[in-house]
Nanobody, 115 residues
Framework: QVQLLESGGGFVQPGGSLRLSCAAS????????MCWYRQAPGKERELVAA????????NYAVSVKGRFTISRDNGKNTVSLQMNNLKPEDTAVYYC????????WGQGTQVTVSS
């Protein structure tokens, strides 16, 4: 049974930082590209960051480039999203996704940025 479990969400003031983690089980993690998506209330889910299976290549949404960093540890089956200089518009539920031929989603973790 595939399971992706996100953690690290919470409430932070603008300019603050959070680190999200996603622990995967039930898949050969090192074969999957991993992504972080987010969905704000009333908006469509959007891709935030992605990392290839070996971790050599990453991609970011324009809105987070320079502030967010995606990384992975294939030995621990985890992918992380370091989020710095957070803005109110970063408020959303953040989801991790494992992508290969099939894709799998986590349940999401809430990030709220507010003063």
């Amino acid at each position: 049974q595939v399971q992706l479990l996100e953690s690290g969400g919470g409430f932070v003031q603008p300019g603050g930082s959070l680190r999200l983690s996603c622990a995967a089980s039930g898949i050969t993690f090192s074969l999957y590209a991993m992504c972080w998506y987010r969905q704000a209330p009333g908006k469509e889910r959007e891709l935030v960051a992605a990392i290839t299976s070996a971790g050599y290549n990453t991609n970011y949404a324009v809105s987070v480039k320079g502030r967010f960093t995606i990384s992975r540890d294939n030995g621990k089956n985890t992918v992380s999203l370091q989020m710095n200089n957070l803005k109110p518009e970063d408020t959303a539920v953040y989801y991790c996704k494992a992508q290969r031929v099939a894709s799998y989603w986590g349940q999401g973790t809430q990030v709220t940025v507010s003063s």
